[in-house]
Nanobody, 121 residues
Framework: QVQLVESGGGLVQAGGSLRLSCVLS????????MGWYRQVPGKQRDFVAF???????GYADSVKGRFTISRDNGDRTVYLQMNSLKPEDTAVYYC???????????????WGQGTQVTVSS
């Protein structure tokens, strides 16, 4: 089965940096793109950043200039470099992949389990 495993979250002071990683595994035919979202308790899950199979990237306005998304490992690993972190960046960060299943060739999405990022003031 397809799995996404995130790592790299933790506690950091305001102004600091963290790097999140997400590894995609399982029966994948092709990857359309991968991205990061974040959620705080009681609120909806918000878009943070996305990278397509062609390498195009997109960012939420709130993180532009501070966060950078990149990929590696034949596109099965995606990173989120977070610099100049602010207390309002505190959230659970989720990785998402949009891909074609190897067996069915249907396009679908999967989410990771999330990793907590806490930025202290």
């Amino acid at each position: 089965q397809v799995q996404l495993v995130e790592s790299g979250g933790g506690l950091v002071q305001a102004g600091g940096s963290l790097r999140l990683s997400c590894v995609l595994s399982g029966p994948i035919f092709s990857i359309n793109g991968m991205g990061w979202y974040r959620q705080v308790p009681g609120k909806q899950r918000d878009f943070v950043a996305f990278i397509t199979s062609g390498g195009s990237t997109g960012y939420a306005d709130s993180v532009k200039g501070r966060f950078t998304i990149s990929r590696d490992n034949g596109d099965r690993t995606v990173y989120l470099q977070m610099n100049s972190l602010k207390p309002e960046d505190t959230a659970v960060y989720y990785c998402k992949a949009d891909y074609k299943n190897l067996w069915t060739k249907t396009t679908t999405s999967s989410w990771g389990q999330g990793t907590q990022v806490t930025v202290s003031s």
